[in-house]
């Protein structure tokens, strides 16, 4: 079948579905913006997206994606990084991307507010919180709760940085557990979201960026207003070279 009709058909699929999580838990379906996330695919999976309407796209490699937004100029096309940033390559994405839901060191809150800084720029940006805590997780360490109050310092910090615009909480549950195991992180994230935004009440704590192709209604029932889905909608990545 043809690229885009296949990626239309997927795209009614998780869309009835989002909606249809948000009936469930009494939200409204305009309240959750998908993100296709392109990583590992090439320039005519998203071409074949955006002609179906699709306009908000997650990358994980700065260097990956690059070509990619390039080539998307004028399709008025939003760039999300969701994957883990090392400080070296922070000016990519200070310089390309419209959102950036991956922070998760002040060493890279520092870069890149410097960074933003001198661009005369301001960047829309996501916490990321390791609520599973697996090892090898980028995010702050968040998956014992009496750990939380320790992270207030550092995100005080960050919150002071002007090019920095805080939003909200990212998180990626540990790859193994079911969609319903799943709930259970989504569930830590808001709930370290409303520790949050008790401890900074001035702050903007609304976004929740949750959930992939395989447990992204569990995420919307709890609250997720971003959900980051790849195979669901583009089918399988190709393998990386
Ligand atoms: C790859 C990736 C996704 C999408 O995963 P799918 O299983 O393809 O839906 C979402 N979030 C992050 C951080 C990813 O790296």
New binding site residues.
């Given amino acids: 079948m043809d690229l885009a009709r296949q990626i239309r058909e997927n795209l009614l699929v998780v869309n009835e579905k989002i909606a249809a999580a948000a009936t469930r838990s009494g939200r409204n379906f305009e309240d959750i913006q998908l993100i296709a ?1 392109t ?1 590992g695919q090439p320039i005519e999976v998203i071409q074949a997206a955006i002609s179906t309407g699709i306009r908000n796209f ?1 990358e ?1 490699y700065p260097e990956e994606s690059l070509p990619k937004i390039m080539e998307c100029r004028e399709q008025g096309v939003k760039w999300h990084m ?2 883990h940033l090392q400080s070296r390559k922070a000016r990519l994405v200070c310089e390309h991307f419209d959102w950036m839901h991956s922070l998760d060191s002040l060493r890279l809150a520092e870069k890149m507010e410097r960074q933003l800084a001198q661009n005369g720029r301001s960047l829309p940006v996501l916490l990321q919180f390791n609520v599973g805590g697996e090892e090898s997780k980028s995010g702050w360490l968040a998956n014992d709760e009496n750990s939380w109050p320790a992270l207030v310092a550092e995100i005080g910090q960050i919150l002071q940085f002007p090019h920095l615009q805080i939003k909200g909480l990212m998180t ?1 549950p540990p790859l193994t557990v079911s969609p319903q195991e799943a709930r259970a992180y989504f569930h830590k994230l808001v709930n370290l979201r409303d520790y949050l935004s008790r401890q900074f009440p001035e702050a903007v704590w609304q976004e929740l960026s949750m959930g ?3 447990d992204f209604e569990s995420a919307v029932e709890e609250g997720a207003t971003f959900v ?5 909608i583009l089918g399988p ?1 190709p393998a990386r070279m």
């Avoid at 980051?228 to 669901?232: A, E, L, M, N």
């Fill in positions: 996330v990583k997650g994980n969701i994957g990626m992939t192709s395989s980051r889905i790849g195979t669901g990545r």
